[in-house]
């Protein structure tokens, strides 16, 4: 993501920092779930909003989408991806096509102006993406999804996420084991308050966002790959522990991704996550954890034997309750804390004079937040609120106060009209416009002034309104 480059913008706001790569023998032993993925375009059957799953499971979009479209799952939109997206009704063309379409306009004109648009009131191809999904029997299924990013104007792999599954009992419970394989830490997670899937689901690189975030939130999505394995007992207690590593420089850049940044992995990174989900006042409620740790080289370089250390941890928990004819309440609340010491960044001058490899340690904290209302899943209502914190080192953060502090609403209007598959183009066809509009109290460290040329924190306000279009 995303991002899929970060959709908060970049690590740093002053420097680029960071990048991926895998030995031979690893990247040869992915060769089987390469070959995974060739089988599934062989097979009628078996996110975001992907029209094939309509096909394939028979159920319109709402079944398994708050407000009839992606990504927000609800519970049986939840399990049917952690069965590997098996589910099936019958024969099925596994092949959707995405696109959205955005104007946004800024409070202030953006200087400089953004490298794909003008300084203010930007129309753009935001993505185009085309997805392959599926499912093969009752045990293998999942999706790839190619990109077209039309700020970047160029193609790309964007999100992978193959699956083997199986049933079993433990502990007395029904249960579901699988195995992930995946570009980007969170991407197969059934919840919407991690990175991958979090609100807001549509957005632009258009318009200019704080540079601080987390490295989980997005600077590992589409560089990496990794391996997770998870168990989900008796539909209340969720497992997954696994590790990430970096592809090729090679490769990376043949799948349209920059393999520098923001460097590679050494060795491997590990993952893990819990969670739990069960009733709470007539919905369904989850409270869950994450954690991801990486050694990152920065830029792929190795004339030291440094690296970039990160230690990512956080709590989540949402609540969503059907109130009856198509409305739904949801709530969704994550927290995230990083650690970081960059000391090859230090030593090689990418943060600070050089030289030195104790010039940045980092201490992040993000929270995020957001509720909603949708109405006979058709006009949904997303109020949203987010703020970053963390020690000042001007080393890292540029601007008269050295901080990475950012903080501000997001609120969300859009309009769903074809939910219950009626649309003019079948029930595989399905569209989603809206308004949204971001206000900032605070970013890259103050309210005012935040770059020491008179710039507010205020000027970056972007109101956007976009098409969200599904086949």
């Known amino acids: 993501m995303p991002e899929r480059t970060s959709p908060e913008g970049s690590r740093y706001e002053q420097k680029p920092a960071c990048g991926a790569k895998l030995h031979r023998a690893a990247f040869l032993a992915q060769l089987p779930f390469a070959a995974l993925a ?14 094939a799953y309509v ?84 045990n293998f299924g999942g999706f790839v999804e190619v990109a077209y990013d039309g700020a970047e104007k160029a193609w790309m792999l964007d999100m992978l996420d193959l699956r083997a599954v199986t049933k079993r009992q433990v502990f007395g419970q029904d249960a579901v084991l699988g195995l992930s394989l995946n570009n980007f ?21 258009i318009s200019r966002t704080p540079g601080a975030t987390p490295l989980i939130n997005g600077k590992l999505g589409g560089n990496t790959l990794g391996l997770t394995a998870y168990a989900w007992i008796g539909q209340k207690f969720y497992l997954e522990g696994g590790a990430y590593s970096s592809p090729r420089a090679g490769t990376l850049q043949w799948i349209g991704i920059d393999p520098n940044d923001p460097g590679d992995i050494k060795g491997l990174a590990p993952y893990g996550r819990v969670a739990w989900q069960g009733p709470l006042s007539g919905g369904t409620a ?20 440094l690296s970039d250390r990160y230690t990512d941890f956080g709590v989540d928990a949402s609540w969503q309750k059907a109130l009856g004819s198509g409305d739904a309440l949801s709530a969704q609340l994550r927290y995230t804390r990083e650690n970081g010491e960059l000391q090859a960044s230090c030593m090689l001058g990418f943060v600070g004079p050089g030289g030195s490899a104790d010039c940045a340690r980092t201490r992040l904290s993000e929270v995020r937040g957001d509720i909603s209302y949708n109405w006979r899943s058709k006009i949904g209502v997303t109020v949203g609120a987010f703020s970053t914190t963390g020690t000042a080192n001007s080393n890292l953060y540029s601007g008269p ?29 399905s569209m989603r416009v809206g ?37």
């Open 38 to 51: 060739i089988i599934l375009t062989m097979f009628p059957p078996p996110a975001k909003a992907v029209p």
């Open 55 to 138: 096909d394939q499971t028979g159920l319109n979009c709402q079944a398994c989408h708050v407000g009839g479209f992606g990504p927000q799952l609800t519970p049986m939109g939840r399990q049917f991806k952690i069965e590997g997206y098996t589910m099936r009704s019958g024969a099925s063309v596994p092949i959707s096509a995405v696109g959205e379409v955005s104007f946004t306009h800024t409070r202030k004109n953006q200087s400089p102006p953004p490298e794909a648009g003008k300084a203010n009131n930007n129309l753009i191809l935001d993505r185009g993406s085309l997805f392959l999904t599926g499912g093969i029997g009752q």
């Open 185 to 205: 830490p969170t991407v197969q997670d059934p919840w919407n308050t991690t990175p991958a899937w979090g609100f807001p689901y549509s957005q632009t690189t």
């Open 286 to 305: 989850h409270v869950g954890a994450y954690f991801l740790q990486a050694r990152i080289r920065p830029q792929r370089d190795r004339t030291t034997a």
């Open 401 to 429: 106060t050295g901080k990475p502090d950012s903080n501000g609403l997001l609120a969300q209007l859009d309009y769903t009209p074809w939910a219950a598959g009626n649309g003019p183009l079948g029930r595989r066809a």
């Open 435 to 471: 308004v949204q509009y971001t206000a900032y109290g605070k970013f890259d460290g103050a309210r005012n002034n935040y770059d020491g040329t008179g710039v507010n924190a205020s000027d970056n306000n972007a109101l956007r309104v976009f098409t969200w279009l599904a086949f």
